[in-house]
């Protein structure tokens, strides 16, 4: 799905919904990261998506999880909650502008194997920490990724 995403952008159009969304910081045994590669402009990103109409938000993140990466997962706590009106999501198929309302979780997983759906996500893989800091990443993503890697055990809201 073709979309353009702002971050304190001026030129962000007004968002007109919200948009409820999952997203996790997972680890493997070994402490590795899991980040998925996006089919629509090439970003990495903690896999998530969309709640949808009838489930838990951690409901939501698990399913997306295994759909973006085919890594099952299990939510251990919550990185944040993030709602900042100066991001904006673009859907052009939908002609919808929405502000995002996402929360991040941490997880884990015991699954040493992750593939792409090839529809939303072109790779997925996992990542020393070190090497995540260094992938190219939209800011709102790589804004949850530091709260989640520098301050573990804090909740972050913004």
Same mark, same amino acid.
């Given at each position: 799905?073709? #979309?353009? &995403?702002?971050?304190?952008d001026?030129?962000?159009? @007004?968002?007109? *919904?919200?948009?409820?969304? +999952?997203?996790?910081?997972?680890r493997?045994?070994?402490?590795?990261?899991?980040?998925?590669?996006?089919?629509?402009?090439g970003?990495?990103?903690l896999?998530?998506? #969309?709640? &949808?109409?009838?489930?838990?938000?951690?409901?939501? @993140?698990?399913? *997306?999880?295994?759909e973006? +990466?085919?890594?099952?997962?299990?939510?251990t706590?919550?990185?944040?909650?993030?709602?900042?009106?100066?991001?904006?999501?673009v859907y052009?198929?939908?002609?919808?502008?929405?502000?995002?309302?996402?929360?991040?979780?941490?997880?884990v997983?015991?699954?040493s194997?992750?593939?792409?759906?090839?529809?939303?996500?072109?790779a997925?893989?996992?990542?020393?920490?070190?090497?995540?800091?260094?992938?190219?990443?939209?800011?709102?993503?790589?804004?949850?990724?530091?709260?989640?890697?520098?301050?573990?055990?804090?909740?972050?809201?913004?």
């Amino acid at each position: 799905m073709a #979309r353009s &995403e702002y971050y304190h952008d001026v030129a962000a159009p @007004v968002a007109q *919904e919200l948009l409820p969304a +999952a997203f996790a910081v997972v680890r493997n045994s070994s402490g590795r990261i899991l980040l998925v590669r996006r089919a629509d402009d090439g970003y990495w990103e903690l896999p998530g998506g #969309r709640i &949808e109409v009838g489930e838990s938000a951690s409901t939501a @993140v698990t399913r *997306e999880v295994c759909e973006e +990466a085919g890594v099952a997962i299990r939510v251990t706590g919550i990185v944040g909650v993030y709602s900042d009106p100066a991001h904006v999501l673009v859907y052009h198929q939908e002609k919808a502008i929405y502000q995002q309302f996402a929360v991040c979780f941490h997880a884990v997983s015991t699954t040493s194997d992750a593939q792409p759906d090839d529809q939303e996500t072109t790779a997925a893989a996992w990542f020393e920490p070190e090497q995540a800091a260094q992938l190219s990443m939209h800011p709102a993503m790589r804004q949850r990724l530091t709260d989640a890697l520098t301050e573990p055990h804090q909740t972050h809201f913004d």
